[in-house]
């Protein structure tokens, strides 16, 4: 191990291509949020967290829905604070720059906060991406240009994407991924996941390429798995027994994953190449944990089983288990989303990957005892649904249904799940869930509150 030197988007334009037929447009200057006459519509949307209820997360702190909605990007771990991608201007006083942004709501006191800027205010906002947060919301993970001459901000021409660290509630903003010329032959870098209180952050350098022909790449140096570790501000550089599959003169792969432990002391990745320093010489795709302070790797303990590659995607709060995506197949012969137990090996099938009626996407909770998940419409495949699956006996609850239980009757795009396996937090272009003033634009963010108890398996 060795330490480094330290527009609006598409979605917004064409979600609705007539205002008239999906409910998008400016708030009239009457509408019942902006006016404290219509206390019922005020009251839906600041209500409390009761089983089944639907607040909106895309509003600011007046309780005004966002003028041009929002898509969701993380939720904490109690399912108060929210983190969003959205264009709207009235979400934060002084929002004039016309493109996306990052925004904190808190849902308990109604505050908004703008992520993406310097400490001094300044946003960021070129090739702007969301990944994640700590599980408080105190520290917020995303990707945007570094500004002019390479440092973490400053307003000028673009120059490299770089991972960066926020604090929400002091404002200090720290360069977590390093600049690309302080590592040979890198050319970007992938972001892992961030540990629950934020002090450590795993990503991947992607090495820069070479085109041999006939669509044959090799890589030009070796894939790297580094760790941002916060109270050092040092990058931690495990890719001398961590070997991803990404090498010189290696077929370029670019599916690797970095998932940190809790305590932030291992980080779980799978690879094709075998790992001389963990005895693996079976020339398969494994799972493999690297310990971040030693650098040894070891085996993560999933027996061989098939012909999928093992994708980790997360650990339990505890750090016990780490889920685990196999998409074609699985330990007990079925592809889907398993919990392994690392200390015995044992799985658990927590999500079926069936063929027809496929997931599209997932979260899974603290505990792995729930998970949430989006389905195409199987009777139409034009609409997308969100669900919560509870591992412990399969059953299955829409999540973008409103309070009475009424089905949404729009899209659903982008979601998370809280780390307390009690909330969901979802984009979605429905227009049932709550009571929302006149012309209200179709795509919002909004939190349900699951019903039911979540038993850890």
Request: glycine content about 10%.
């Amino acid at each position: 191990m060795t330490t480094l030197p330290l527009s609006r988007p598409v979605w917004a334009v064409f979600a609705c291509a007539a205002l008239a037929a999906c409910g998008g447009g400016a708030l009239d200057a009457d509408d019942s949020v902006a006016n404290a006459s219509d206390a019922d519509a005020r009251a839906t949307i600041s209500s409390a967290a009761s089983p089944g209820a639907v607040r909106l997360a895309s509003a600011n702190a007046a309780g005004a829905p966002g003028n041009i909605g929002g898509q969701v990007c993380d939720i904490s771990a109690d399912g108060q604070q929210v983190l969003m991608r959205s264009p709207s201007s009235n979400l934060v006083p002084g929002d004039s720059n016309f493109k996306d942004d990052l925004f904190l709501k808190d849902l308990a006191t109604g505050a908004v906060t703008r992520v993406n800027t310097t400490a001094a205010g300044v946003p960021i906002t070129t090739r702007l991406t969301c990944h994640g947060m700590s599980q408080d919301g105190n520290w917020v993970v995303f990707a945007a240009d570094s500004g002019g001459s390479g440092q973490i901000y400053v307003p000028g021409p673009e120059i490299e994407l770089t991972l960066m660290l926020k604090n929400t509630r002091t404002g200090e903003l720290l360069r977590v991924s390093p600049p690309r010329n302080s590592l040979p032959n890198i050319s970007g870098f992938t972001f892992g996941s961030i540990t629950p209180d934020g002090s450590r952050v795993a990503f991947i350098a992607q090495p820069t390429t070479s085109y041999l022909g006939a669509y044959n790449f090799v890589a030009n140096g070796p894939a790297r798995l580094l760790v941002y570790d916060r109270p050092t501000q040092q990058v931690l550089d495990l890719s001398a027994t961590a070997l991803l599959d990404a090498g010189p003169g290696l077929f370029y792969q670019t599916n690797n994953r970095a998932v940190i432990s809790p305590d932030g002391r291992d980080v779980a990745f799978d690879a094709r190449r075998d790992q001389p320093a963990a005895g693996d010489t079976n020339g398969r795709p494994d799972l493999l944990l690297v310990g971040v302070d030693t650098g040894t790797v070891r085996l993560a303990g999933l027996a061989p089983h098939g012909v999928s590659s093992p994708a980790p995607q997360r650990f339990t709060a505890d750090g016990q288990r780490l889920v685990v995506d196999l998409q074609n197949d699985g330990p007990v012969g079925v592809g889907g989303l398993y919990a392994l137990t690392l200390a015995t090996g044992g799985t658990q099938l927590l999500l079926p990957f069936g063929q027809a009626n496929r997931p599209r996407a997932y979260a899974v909770d603290d505990t792995a005892s729930r998970v949430a998940f989006t389905r195409n419409d199987p009777a139409t495949a034009q609409r997308r649904y969100a669900f919560v699956r509870d591992t412990a006996t399969g059953s299955e609850q829409r999540a973008d249904r409103s309070a009475t239980n009424v089905d949404g009757n729009g899209n659903t795009t982008t979601f998370a799940i809280s780390g307390n396996g009690q909330q969901v937090a979802l984009g979605s272009s429905s227009t049932n869930l709550l009571r929302l003033p006149r012309n209200t634009f179709a795509w919002q963010v909004y939190v349900k509150t699951l019903l039911g108890t979540p038993v850890a398996p």
